[in-house]
C-alpha cells in the first residue's frame, strides 16, 4: 500500500474505531474545554445588561468582550511555553482552575470593576485551554484523522457559540444572572477532575527526541502584545473619528513588529519563524486566517442590530440569524471531514470564495440594493450569506491546521498549534475594532431610521471587500505553494 493510500485509509477511520482506539476519553476533555471557552466568551451577551442594572458601570460594558479577547489572545501565545515536555494534563488542569476563579470573581462581583477582571482571568483561563486543546490534538492523533477532529471541535464549538447567550439568557430572566458564571465555576471543577483522571501523563508515541522544544518567552514582547490588543480594543471601544483609525494603524503598525522581533530571537520565540511570511506554507496560511478573521465580524458585531433597525427582527431571532454561522461552520466542518488530501486546494480557494460572496450578499440585501428585492428585501438572502460564511470557514478549517502543520519543523509543532487560533483571535478583535471604526464613521446609532441603518450595513459590510480579494490571493496561494 502506497504511502498517499495508507493516508488516506487512517483518514477513513470511523468515529466508532477512533473510539475502539481509546481516544474516546481524550476527545471528552477537549471538548469540554473548548465547550467552556466558547459558551463563556458570549455569555456576558445577555448576561450584562441585568449585571450593569444591579452593580453599575453601563460605560464600560465593551470592555467585557475587549478583555476577555485580551486575556485569551496573551494566555493562548503562552500555552505552547507553559506546556512541560512530557505532560500536558497539569497545565491544562491550572487552566481550567484559572478560568474557574475568572468565573467566580464575575459571579461574587460587587461592582463593574470586579466584573471585568473575572472577564479578563477568564479570557486567559479559556485561552490557554484552547492553545493546550490545539497541542494536544497534533500530540495525541495521527496527521490524517486531525482534519476529522478538528470538524468534531467545529461542531462543539458552534453548539457552544449558540448555547451560550441562551444559558445566560435563561438565569438572566430569571434575575439570577450570578449563578451563570457560578455554573461555569462548578463546570471547571469537573473539568480539573475529569482531565486528572483521562489524559495521560505522557502522550502515545512520543518520544523525547520527537517533542518540542520549550523556550523561555519574552517578556517584552508579551508586553508589546498586550500594548497591541489592548489599542486596538479602545480604539474599536471608545471610537473617535481621528484617533480610533490612528491607533488601529499603530497598532497594525506594532504587531507587525512584534513578529519581526520574534523571528530574529532563535532562543525565545513565541511564534513560528515563519508567521506571516506569504511566501511559506506556514506564513501563507497564518496570514490568510488572520486577514478573514478580520474580514468577517461585522456580521457578529452589528448583525444583530442591523436585523433589528432595518427588519424588525427581535433580538432572539437576530441572535439565531448570526447563529447560524457557527452552525454552518460546524456542519461544514463534519461533512467535509473525510475529503482525501488531494482535494484540499480546492477547499481552500472554494471556502475563501464562499466567505466573499457571503459578504457581498449582506453588503448588497442588508442595504436594500439586492436586484429584484424591495426597499427592506427578504430575510432569506441573509440567512444563505450567514451560512456561507460558516460553511467557507468549516469546509477548509480542519485541512488548513493539517497543511499548516505538516511544513512545520517537530521541534515547532505545538508552538504552531497553539498560534494558529491566536492568530485567528487577533483577526477577529482588529476586525471588530474597524467594524466599530466604519460603522460610527457611516452614522451609527442607537436611533437609526431604516434608510440610515441601511447606509450603515452597506458601508460596514463592502468596506471589507477588498480585504476579502486579498485573502482569497492568500489562499490560492496557499493551495498552491509547495514550500
Same mark, same amino acid.
Given at each position: 500500500?502506497?504511502?498517499?493510500?495508507?493516508?488516506?485509509?487512517?483518514?477513513?477511520?470511523?468515529?466508532?474505531?477512533?473510539?475502539?482506539?481509546?481516544?474516546?476519553?481524550?476527545?471528552?476533555?477537549?471538548?469540554? #474545554?473548548?465547550?467552556?471557552?466558547?459558551?463563556?466568551?458570549?455569555?456576558?451577551?445577555?448576561?450584562?445588561?441585568?449585571?450593569?442594572?444591579?452593580?453599575?458601570?453601563?460605560?464600560?460594558?465593551?470592555?467585557?468582550?475587549? *478583555?476577555?479577547?485580551?486575556?485569551?489572545?496573551?494566555?493562548?501565545?503562552?500555552?505552547?511555553?507553559?506546556?512541560?515536555?512530557?505532560?500536558?494534563?497539569?497545565?491544562?488542569?491550572?487552566?481550567?482552575?484559572?478560568?474557574?476563579?475568572?468565573?467566580?470573581?464575575?459571579?461574587?462581583?460587587?461592582?463593574?470593576?470586579?466584573?471585568?477582571?473575572?472577564?479578563?482571568?477568564?479570557?486567559?483561563?479559556?485561552?490557554?485551554?484552547?492553545?493546550?486543546?490545539?497541542?494536544?490534538?497534533?500530540?495525541?492523533?495521527?496527521?490524517?484523522?486531525?482534519?476529522?477532529?478538528?470538524?468534531?471541535?467545529?461542531?462543539?464549538?458552534?453548539?457552544?457559540?449558540?448555547?451560550?447567550?441562551?444559558?445566560?439568557?435563561?438565569?438572566?430572566?430569571?434575575?439570577?444572572?450570578?449563578?451563570?458564571?457560578?455554573?461555569?465555576?462548578?463546570?471547571?471543577?469537573?473539568?480539573?477532575?475529569?482531565?486528572?483522571?483521562?489524559?495521560?501523563?505522557?502522550?502515545?508515541?512520543?518520544?523525547?527526541?520527537?517533542? #518540542?522544544?520549550?523556550?523561555?518567552?519574552?517578556?517584552?514582547?508579551?508586553?508589546?502584545?498586550?500594548?497591541?490588543?489592548?489599542?486596538?480594543?479602545? #480604539?474599536?471601544?471608545?471610537?473617535?473619528?481621528?484617533?480610533?483609525?490612528?491607533?488601529?494603524?499603530?497598532?497594525?503598525?506594532? *504587531?507587525?513588529?512584534?513578529?519581526?522581533?520574534?523571528?530574529?530571537?532563535?532562543?525565545?520565540?513565541?511564534?513560528?519563524?515563519?508567521?506571516?511570511?506569504?511566501?511559506?506554507?506556514?506564513?501563507?496560511?497564518?496570514?490568510?486566517?488572520?486577514?478573514?478573521?478580520?474580514?468577517?465580524?461585522?456580521?457578529?458585531?452589528?448583525?444583530?442590530?442591523?436585523?433589528?433597525?432595518?427588519?424588525?427582527?427581535?433580538?432572539?431571532?437576530?441572535?439565531?440569524?448570526?447563529?447560524?454561522?457557527?452552525? #454552518?461552520?460546524?456542519?461544514?466542518?463534519?461533512?467535509?471531514?473525510?475529503?482525501?488530501?488531494?482535494?484540499?486546494?480546492?477547499?481552500?480557494?472554494?471556502?475563501?470564495?464562499?466567505?466573499?460572496?457571503?459578504?457581498?450578499?449582506?453588503?448588497?440585501?442588508?442595504?436594500?440594493?439586492?436586484?429584484?428585492?424591495?426597499?427592506?428585501?427578504?430575510?432569506?438572502?441573509?440567512?444563505?450569506?450567514?451560512?456561507?460564511?460558516?460553511?467557507?470557514?468549516?469546509?477548509?478549517?480542519?485541512?488548513?491546521?493539517?497543511?499548516?502543520?505538516?511544513?512545520?519543523?517537530?521541534?515547532?509543532?505545538?508552538?504552531?498549534?497553539?498560534?494558529?487560533?491566536?492568530?485567528?483571535?487577533?483577526?477577529?478583535?482588529?476586525?471588530?475594532?474597524?467594524?466599530?471604526?466604519?460603522?460610527?464613521?457611516?452614522?451609527?446609532?442607537?436611533?437609526?431610521?431604516?434608510?440610515?441603518?441601511?447606509?450603515?450595513?452597506?458601508?460596514?459590510?463592502?468596506?471589507?471587500?477588498?480585504?476579502?480579494?486579498?485573502?482569497?490571493?492568500?489562499?490560492?496561494?496557499?493551495?498552491?505553494?509547495?514550500?
Amino acid at each position: 500500500m502506497s504511502t498517499e493510500i495508507q493516508a488516506d485509509h487512517e483518514q477513513q477511520l470511523s468515529w466508532a474505531e477512533l473510539y475502539r482506539q481509546g481516544f474516546g476519553p481524550i476527545l471528552f476533555i477537549l471538548c469540554f #474545554a473548548i465547550w467552556q471557552h466558547a459558551a463563556s466568551s458570549m455569555l456576558a451577551a445577555t448576561t450584562l445588561p441585568r449585571a450593569v442594572s444591579e452593580i453599575g458601570g453601563a460605560h464600560l460594558m465593551g470592555w467585557a468582550y475587549s *478583555l476577555f479577547q485580551l486575556g485569551s489572545i496573551l494566555a493562548g501565545t503562552l500555552a505552547a511555553s507553559l506546556v512541560s515536555k512530557y505532560d500536558i494534563r497539569n497545565p491544562l488542569m491550572l487552566a481550567g482552575l484559572l478560568y474557574g476563579l475568572g468565573c467566580l470573581l464575575s459571579a461574587l462581583a460587587p461592582q463593574i470593576e470586579i466584573f471585568l477582571m473575572g472577564r479578563l482571568i477568564q479570557g486567559m483561563g479559556g485561552g490557554w485551554m484552547l492553545g493546550l486543546v490545539f497541542i494536544a490534538i497534533n500530540r495525541f492523533f495521527p496527521g490524517p484523522v486531525i482534519p476529522k477532529i478538528i470538524a468534531l471541535i467545529s461542531v462543539v464549538w458552534s453548539a457552544s457559540a449558540f448555547s451560550g447567550p441562551l444559558v445566560g439568557g435563561a438565569f438572566a430572566n430569571l434575575g439570577l444572572w450570578r449563578y451563570a458564571y457560578g455554573s461555569f465555576t462548578i463546570q471547571s471543577l469537573i473539568f480539573m477532575i475529569a482531565t486528572y483522571y483521562i489524559i495521560p501523563q505522557k502522550p502515545r508515541d512520543i518520544t523525547r527526541d520527537s517533542l #518540542a522544544t520549550i523556550d523561555r518567552v519574552s517578556l517584552s514582547r508579551l508586553a508589546l502584545m498586550a500594548l497591541v490588543i489592548l489599542m486596538i480594543s479602545v #480604539a474599536g471601544a471608545d471610537v473617535h473619528p481621528v484617533y480610533s483609525p490612528l491607533m488601529i494603524f499603530a497598532g497594525l503598525g506594532l *504587531l507587525y513588529l512584534c513578529f519581526q522581533l520574534d523571528r530574529l530571537d532563535l532562543t525565545s520565540r513565541m511564534f513560528p519563524a515563519n508567521t506571516l511570511k506569504p511566501g511559506h506554507t506556514v506564513g501563507a496560511g497564518l496570514s490568510m486566517i488572520l486577514v478573514l478573521g478580520m474580514s468577517t465580524m461585522s456580521f457578529l458585531v452589528y448583525g444583530p442590530a442591523l436585523l433589528e433597525a432595518i427588519f424588525g427582527v427581535s433580538p432572539l431571532g437576530a441572535g439565531y440569524i448570526v447563529a447560524l454561522e457557527s452552525v #454552518a461552520w460546524g456542519g461544514a466542518a463534519m461533512v467535509f471531514s473525510n475529503s482525501r488530501k488531494t482535494t484540499e486546494p480546492i477547499l481552500f480557494r472554494c471556502g475563501s470564495a464562499l466567505i466573499l460572496i457571503g459578504t457581498l450578499g449582506m453588503a448588497l440585501s442588508m442595504s436594500g440594493n439586492l436586484p429584484g428585492a424591495s426597499t427592506q428585501g427578504p430575510l432569506w438572502p441573509i440567512i444563505i450569506s450567514a451560512i456561507l460564511h460558516g460553511t467557507g470557514f468549516g469546509m477548509m478549517w480542519g485541512f488548513i491546521m493539517r497543511r499548516i502543520l505538516d511544513k512545520t519543523p517537530q521541534s515547532e509543532r505545538d508552538r504552531t498549534s497553539t498560534t494558529i487560533p491566536v492568530i485567528h483571535q487577533i483577526g477577529m478583535a482588529i476586525g471588530a475594532a474597524i467594524s466599530n471604526v466604519i460603522a460610527n464613521g457611516a452614522g451609527y446609532s442607537a436611533s437609526l431610521t431604516i434608510t440610515q441603518a441601511q447606509g450603515v450595513a452597506l458601508w460596514v459590510f463592502a468596506a471589507f471587500i477588498p480585504l476579502l480579494l486579498i485573502g482569497n490571493l492568500l489562499a490560492w496561494r496557499f493551495a498552491r505553494i509547495k514550500g
